[in-house]
């Protein structure tokens, strides 16, 4: 992953939780945002289990997640 990567997705999780809403991002960035903002409530309101969003990101995307 590179750095333009893992800067887009930690500005995504950072407008996420600004506005404390995930409605204006993509399905991949809302789950990641979700993961690393540890909302599941975000992740059950898409219709996702707590697992379902780890295979739905991929495992490329897991060390970002865990980074941010």
Request: charged share 25%.
């Amino acid at each position: 992953m590179s750095e333009a990567e893992y800067t887009h997705l930690l500005r995504k999780c950072r407008e996420a939780k600004m506005m404390n809403d995930y409605h204006l991002l993509s399905t991949g960035e809302r789950l990641a945002a979700a993961i690393v903002l540890n909302k599941p409530h975000w992740l059950q309101e898409q219709g996702y289990t707590l697992a379902e969003p780890f295979d739905r990101v991929g495992p490329i995307w897991w060390p970002l997640l865990l980074r941010a």
